[in-house]
């Protein structure tokens, strides 16, 4: 029959565990000035918005017949990053407000 008490045996430690709060670094550099952010965001590139290409949005939806899925997947392949409900979005906010259908929400719709 074995022993239990042999199976209880303590794994030893590394060393003495400090006892620290994750994810918080031990010192903190310096924050930099505002001005030094200001500058780093002047020298980012301009995002480039979906808005930006409501023509190209437009050819595919009511020329080609694209479903909204269709079109982000079209963007995709040439390397602007979106999904099918940006696309939806943005087709919708370059529809004038005098052609909207009164019956649809357009509550999350911001007009150009």
């Given at each position: 029959m074995k022993n239990n008490a042999s199976k209880s045996k303590s794994k030893p430690t590394a060393g003495p565990v400090e006892n620290t709060q994750p994810g918080i670094p031990?010192?903190?550099?310096?924050?930099?000035e505002p001005e030094a952010f200001l500058a780093q965001a002047k020298k980012e590139s301009k995002r480039k918005l979906l808005l930006d290409h409501i023509a190209t949005i437009n050819t595919l939806r009511d020329e080609k017949k694209f479903t909204f899925r269709?079109?982000?997947?079209?963007?995709?392949?040439?390397?602007?990053?979106?999904?099918?409900?940006?696309?939806?979005?943005?087709?919708?906010?370059?529809?004038?407000?005098?052609?909207?259908?009164?019956?649809?929400?357009?509550?999350?719709?911001?007009?150009?």
């Open positions: 031990a010192t903190q550099p310096e924050c930099p269709e079109i982000a997947a079209w963007f995709n392949k040439r390397g602007f990053e979106t999904d099918h409900s940006a696309v939806y979005r943005a087709y919708l906010s370059a529809v004038p407000e005098d052609q909207r259908h009164q019956d649809q929400d357009w509550s999350d719709v911001e007009p150009e």
